[in-house]
C-alpha cells in the first residue's frame, strides 16, 4: 500500500521562507512530484526527484531522501501568489498512477 | 502547443444518472489518465489510458469506464451516480506512460 503525510495547513510571511515536509511509506517508489494547486484550478507540476539530495529550481527547490522516505518542498522570497495547495506525490515503478498525499494548504500573509 | 483541456467545466446530474466527461490531452502526448479529487483531499487515481488501451486502474468500480481515441483524447464515463461521486474530475496528459503528468482545469461534477 500507499501512505503519504503532509502538514494540513501552514501559514507564513512575505518575504520569508517556508518548508513542507512530506513523509511516505509505499511498497514500490520510483520518484516524487511536487505540484502546486491554486483553489479550484488544476494542479500545476513543479518538480520530480528520483535520486537523493535538492533540486533547485528558482525560488523553488525540492529536496529527496529515498533512505528515509522522506521530501521537502522549499519556498524562498514568499509572495502572496505562493497561496496555494501543495500535493506531494509518489509515483511507483511502471509510474502509472500518483499516489498523491492530502495537501499542504499555505497562506503567505503580508 | 495547447495544453490540456476538458469539458464541460461544471455539471450538475441527479442520482442515478450517468455522466460523460470530455479531455483532451497536450499537443503530442499519447497516455491519459483521470482521477478523482474529493474536497480538500489529494486527487485519487481512476485509470490510465496509452494508445487506446487501459493501462493501469486504481480503486474504482466498473461504473467508472472510460475510453481513448485514436487522437489521444479520452473520455470519462460514470454509471448509476451517486451522492460521493461529486468531485473534481482531473484528467492529466503525459508524453508517455510514465512521464511526467500535466494536468487540465478538471471537471466540477455535483450529484444531487
Known amino acids: 500500500g500507499q501512505n503519504i503525510d503532509q502538514p494540513t495547513e501552514m501559514t507564513a510571511t512575505e518575504g520569508a521562507i517556508v518548508q513542507i515536509n512530506c513523509t511516505y511509506q509505499t511498497s514500490g517508489f520510483n520518484g516524487l512530484f511536487w505540484y502546486q494547486q491554486h483553489a479550484g484550478e488544476a494542479p500545476t507540476f513543479l518538480s520530480y526527484?528520483?535520486?537523493?539530495g535538492l533540486e533547485e529550481k528558482g525560488r523553488f527547490s525540492s529536496f529527496l531522501s529515498r533512505s528515509k522516505g522522506y521530501s521537502y518542498l522549499l519556498l524562498k522570497e514568499l509572495q502572496m501568489k505562493d497561496s496555494a495547495s501543495y500535493l506531494c506525490?509518489?509515483?511507483?515503478?511502471?509510474?502509472?498512477?500518483?499516489?498523491f498525499g492530502s495537501g499542504t494548504r499555505l497562506q503567505v500573509q503580508p | 502547443e495547447t495544453g490540456v483541456t476538458q469539458s464541460p467545466t461544471h455539471l450538475i446530474k441527479t442520482r442515478g444518472q450517468q455522466v460523460t466527461l470530455r479531455c483532451s490531452s497536450q499537443s503530442g502526448h499519447n497516455t491519459v489518465s483521470w482521477y478523482q479529487q474529493a474536497l480538500g483531499q489529494g486527487p485519487q487515481f481512476i485509470f490510465q489510458?496509452?494508445?487506446?488501451?487501459?493501462?493501469g486502474r486504481g480503486n474504482f468500480p466498473p461504473r467508472f469506464s472510460g475510453l481513448q481515441f485514436p487522437n489521444y483524447s479520452s473520455e470519462l464515463n460514470v454509471n448509476a451516480l451517486e451522492l460521493d461521486d461529486s468531485a473534481l474530475y482531473l484528467c492529466?496528459?503525459?508524453?508517455?506512460?510514465?512521464?511526467?503528468?500535466?494536468f487540465g482545469p478538471g471537471t466540477r461534477l455535483t450529484v444531487l
Open positions: 526527484n528520483v535520486l537523493d
Open positions: 492529466a496528459s503525459s508524453l508517455l506512460a510514465g512521464d511526467t503528468q500535466y
Open positions: 489510458y496509452y494508445r487506446e488501451e487501459e493501462n
Open positions: 506525490a509518489v509515483s511507483p515503478p511502471g509510474r502509472r498512477a500518483l499516489t
